[in-house]
Structure formats: C-alpha cells, structure tokens
C-alpha cells in the first residue's frame, strides 16, 4: 500500500512544522544550486552601466530556477511530502527549455532598454522617452510574471505562453498589482542586502506561486482541457 503523506510527515503540530521547515530549506538549497553560475558572475560585477549587458546575462539561470521552484509549491500545496528536491529536479527538467525559450530573449530586451536608460541624457533625448521606455519595460517584467508561472505548470507552446501572459496582465488585474508588491519587496531586501535576497528567495518564490494562484487556476479552467 501506498504511504500517504499524512503517515510520511506524521500526524501532530511539530512534524508538520518540521516538514515544512524541511521544505523551505531544500528549495532554498536547490535554487541556489540552479542559480549558482548567475550569483557567482553578479558576485563579479561591479556597480556600473557597462556592465548590464552581464548582468542580463547573469540572469539568464534565475528563470529557470524560479520556475522549477514554483512547480514545487504547487506540489507543497497539493500533496505535501518529504521529497521537496525530487520534485523541485523534476520541475526543472520539464521546464529548463521551455522558459529559456522567451526568458533569453526577454532579458536581451530588457537590457537594451536598461543601457539606452543609461544613455539617454548623453544621446540628448527628451525624458519623455526615458518614461516610455521605463513603461514598456515595467509592462515586460510584470507580462514575464505570468508567463514564468504558465511556462512553470503548463506544456503550452511559447506563442500560446507569450500570448496567454499578455491576457493575464490585464484579464487578472488583482494578480498583475500582487507581482507589483512581490517586486517591490523583493527591491526592499535587496536595498538591505543583495545577498539577503538569496537567503531569502524560498519565502519570495513561495510568495510569487502564492499570489499566482488565481493565474493558475483559471488557466486550468479555461486553457487546458
């Protein structure tokens, strides 16, 4: 017979705290691990405009690592185990290629608007501009919020997720506000300490897969079959 996770983790207060104590210290573990060739090149770089072509670069791990965080959660949602790390590997295999396929891309995009930002006192344009572009890049994080989780949890095709993020900007308001105060306290932490986001980025993705729930669940509604 099966073992459910109910006689895994045990029936009282204290191993269910355990367990997900254990569970936040393993997809802690593990999105370093992933992410650990993008933290060790930010660890190299100093603070300067010439060099956000590499930090864009450095961001290049992050996607898929948050990604296969979220795919964990749902699980930690669902079926809680003690096998946080199976399922956080198994998350990343299935999704490594398919968030790399818009996340690069993404970032290059981001990152040309980041080093014209840059540049555009110099270059002599008016600021209006410098507002535009901050708007088109604001609207690209927030868009690549959806997109991350729907690339996360469902074998779209990377038009249908491109398309889908698109929708859910606007079709899930109330979603789209929440990535905004997950950002925003995510650059909070981050003005404390870069490293204290690192150590704390279990709590932010597991915050992240919480706010996008309502995504989630109306993708399943209407999107899959």
């Known amino acids: 017979m099966a073992t459910k996770p109910d006689d895994e983790i045990g029936a009282g207060a204290l191993p269910r705290w355990s367990a997900v104590v254990y569970w936040f210290v393993v997809i802690e573990a593990m999105l370093v691990l992933t992410a650990a060739p993008g933290l060790v090149l930010l660890a190299l770089l100093d603070r300067d405009a010439s060099n956000l072509p590499l930090l864009a670069l450095a961001c290049v791990p992050f996607g898929p690592s948050v990604a296969a965080a979220v795919f964990a959660w749902r699980v930690f949602a669902r079926d809680r185990d003690l096998s946080p790390a199976r399922h956080f590997w198994r998350g990343y295999r299935l999704d490594v290629l398919d968030v790399l396929r818009w996340w690069v891309p993404t970032l290059g995009v981001l990152g040309i608007i980041a080093v014209n930002l840059t540049h555009l006192g110099a270059a002599g344009l008016p600021p209006v501009l410098g507002w535009a572009l901050g708007g088109v890049a604001l609207l690209l994080v927030l868009w690549s ?41 995510t650059a909070a932490v981050a003005y404390l300490s870069d490293w204290l986001v690192v150590l704390l980025a279990a709590p932010l993705t597991y915050l992240y897969a919480r706010t996008a729930a309502p995504v989630v669940a109306a993708a399943e509604e209407r999107f899959t079959a």
Not at 149 to 159: G, K, M, N, W, Y
Not at 162 to 174: C, D, E, N, T
Request: net charge positive; no cysteine; charged share 10%.
């Open 145 to 185: 919020g959806h997109a991350l989780v729907l690339s996360a949890l469902f074998s779209f095709r990377t038009r249908d997720v491109a398309r889908l993020g698109a929708y859910f900007v606007a079709g899930k308001p109330l979603v789209t506000l929440g990535f905004v105060s997950v950002l925003v306290l």
